[in-house]
């Protein structure tokens, strides 16, 4: 019998697309649901006829892996994988969106009655990412990877260190965030606000392996709702007049750090104003897309700040 609770999730930085390092310095990782890092297999059916009606035999083919990451957002601990999936690097604490492809290898161990187990996916690529923050709720998201192999052991890979995570609290909708709107909508209120993005990878299969040649990297696309009160109509004005404007999202723990989010020219793509039914709130529901900024040469900016 094995616990889950008891599951350790890590992750290490590949130098040459999947390969684990030598002697790896792992990274525990902080996740509200353990990975299922488990290969995805190809199977070759054959369709022989036979009087006996049976199938002869089924052949791998190939394999690679896809697998979820879901988080509470809190400062400091998800920086790698910001980086993995802006698909560039920390530079003076920013980070802008770009096209440097970075991969690591997960790795889960588990606590067995027979023993530790230890199951990896190396060439693991981050693909989405997504964050959700609700009133009175906490900051949520998830990181979506593609990877190339599954592998099990019963030991640690030889000279493997492993580093705690930050440990700060998640950040909160109650007093951790602030949400800013450019182009003149002014103040507004929000119930909920979330953002999707991905890179759009791709599978490089090639005759003579089984496995992914690499990964492509596709269209960078970020995509959002924001639902706010109807105080005024600024807001379905601005998605009327199709024009651009700017979201800033602040996360800021006074202990540990503050990150600011900033897509500085997105355009609001849907918006309703729901009246509903009696006793409720007229709402302005709004989807929005993030296009690139000529200025500031991205579409999603990420700028860092320890406390």
């Known amino acids: 019998m094995t616990d889950s609770s008891q ?32 290969p995805e297999k190809q199977f070759l059916i054959s369709d022989e006829m036979r009087p006996d009606r049976n199938v002869p035999a089924a052949v791998s083919s190939g394999q690679n892996a896809s697998f979820d990451l879901p988080i509470e957002f809190s400062y400091g601990s998800f920086d790698d994988l910001l980086e993995g999936f802006m698909c560039s690097t920390w530079a003076s604490d920013v980070l802008k969106n770009g096209t440097a492809l970075q991969s690591f290898t997960f790795e889960n161990k588990f606590i067995t009655s027979a023993g530790l187990r230890y199951h990896r996916i190396t060439g693991a690529v981050v693909n989405t990412f997504s964050l959700n923050l609700t009133a009175n709720g906490k900051a949520e998201g998830s990181f979506g990877f593609m990877g190339k192999q599954g592998t099990s052991a019963n030991a640690a890979v030889a000279g493997a260190t492993y580093a705690d995570p930050d ?23 929000v119930m909920s606000v979330s953002l999707s993005g991905t890179n759009n990878n791709r599978l490089r299969p090639v005759v003579g392996s089984g496995f992914t040649d690499g990964i492509g990297l596709g269209r960078f696309e970020v995509t959002g709702e924001l639902n706010a009160y109807f105080n005024n109509s600024a807001l379905y ?19 540990t750090g ?42 999603m900016k990420i700028t860092r700040d320890p406390a």
Not at 29 to 36: A, C, H, K
Not at 167 to 179: E, L, S, W
Not at 280 to 297: C, G, I, P, Q
């Open 7 to 38: 599951t350790q999730t890590a992750y290490v930085k590949e130098a040459s697309y999947g390969v684990t390092p030598a002697t790896p310095g792992f990274k525990k990782v902080r996740t509200t649901g353990v990975p299922t890092l488990t």
């Open 167 to 189: 440990n700060g609290d998640f950040f909160r909708a109650t007093d951790d965030v602030t949400i800013q709107l450019g182009g003149g909508i002014g103040a507004v209120s």
């Open 237 to 255: 004005d601005k998605f009327l007049a199709d024009e651009y404007t700017s979201l800033t999202l602040t996360f800021n723990d006074p202990e």
């Open 258 to 299: 503050s990150y600011t989010i900033y897509f500085p020219r997105i355009k609001f793509t849907a918006g309703q104003v729901v009246a509903g039914g009696n006793n409720s709130d007229v709402m302005a529901n709004m989807s929005w897309t993030a296009t690139v900024d000529t200025t500031e040469d991205c579409a």
